[in-house]
């Protein structure tokens, strides 16, 4: 083999690991490219959303999730847009829409991730809320349940979002009719609770209704009153209007119809108050800092 053969073999290798090199290059650039575009694209969309421009949010939303897409594949922060753009269809109430892209998270989620993985659990939520919403509450139970499970194990007991997951899933249970183990999810999150930090009132809410379903009239009214007194203390007048009303409905239903207009009027002011409400509709709002 002559050595101007050798040499041009030579050159040649190397002008291919060049032009190869120079390929890649041009893809990384293009997918942190993608990537850093998506990020802006998504930054739009949260800022849409919280004005409560679904539609434009929803735009953002797509036009990000195309860019993750390209550049990554199928990866759980591609599962993560999706289920944040079906929230936005769910917020905007286009419900079909949006239980298909929770369900499409979910399984994108499940392919990349290991079953008990905390990413799985707030698309595990808002498919439950979804289905709350609807008040399909048998398809809503497997996902609350599940959901529960994984943040049990990846969260502390007084965090938020355990705390949240234990409230749905106990509200759900009695929506069945499940009256013990609604109870028994309900009272297990209360030793979590170390007021006036943590949402007592909201659990005592759920348990006033539960123990007036079970014909509890002393537990149920004992729970209605802490409940009020709670949502008084923290100013929560959206909720302090509801249970007032669930309060009074209990009383009339007792022959109690004096003192249930009382109430009824403390819920009529507590509404009008509220209509220039500015404050979070997050029903915990004091375990933000726990989040």
């Keep these: 083999m002559s050595q101007s053969y050798c040499h041009r073999q030579s050159a040649d290798a190397e002008l291919l690991m060049y032009h190869s090199e120079a390929l890649n290059c041009a893809r990384c650039i293009m997918t942190t490219t993608d990537l850093y575009d998506s990020d802006v694209l998504l930054d739009q969309a949260h800022q849409a959303q919280v004005k409560r421009q679904y539609s434009v949010a ?3 939303y797509d036009q990000a999730l195309k860019k993750r897409e390209k550049a990554l594949g199928d990866d759980p922060s591609v599962a993560q847009i999706l289920d944040e753009l079906g929230r936005v269809y769910m917020q905007g109430g286009n419900y079909t829409e ?6 499409n998270a979910l399984a994108m989620a499940e392919k990349c991730l290991y079953p008990g993985h905390a990413l799985l ?6 498919l439950s809320e979804l289905h709350i919403k609807q008040e399909k509450y048998a398809e809503a139970e497997p996902f609350a349940a599940r959901a529960l499970e994984i943040n049990e ?3 502390s007991g007084e965090h938020r979002t355990n705390l949240l997951s234990i409230l749905r899933l106990g509200m759900i249970q009695r929506k069945l009719g499940k009256q013990a183990d609604a109870e028994k999810t309900l009272t297990k999150a209360l030793k979590h609770i170390d007021s006036p930090l ?3 009132e909201e659990f005592k809410y759920e348990l006033a209704m539960l123990f007036q379903e079970q014909g509890k009239n002393t537990e149920s009214e004992k729970a209605y009153k802490e409940s009020i007194d ?3 203390y923290r100013g929560n007048l959206p909720r302090l209007a509801e ?3 669930s309060y009074a409905g209990y009383l009339k239903s007792n022959n109690r119809a004096k003192e249930a207009e009382e109430l009824l009027s403390r819920a009529k002011t507590a509404r009008d108050l509220s209509q220039d409400w500015h404050h979070s509709p997050d029903i915990f709002p004091s375990t933000l800092l726990r989040a």
């Design 58 to 60: 929803a735009k953002f």
């Design 98 to 103: 949006s239980e298909r892209l929770f369900t």
């Design 121 to 126: 659990s707030p698309i595990l939520q808002n």
């Design 153 to 155: 194990k990846t969260l």
């Design 198 to 200: 943590g949402p007592l």
């Design 230 to 232: 709670g949502f008084e």
């Design 243 to 245: 249970c007032l009303t």
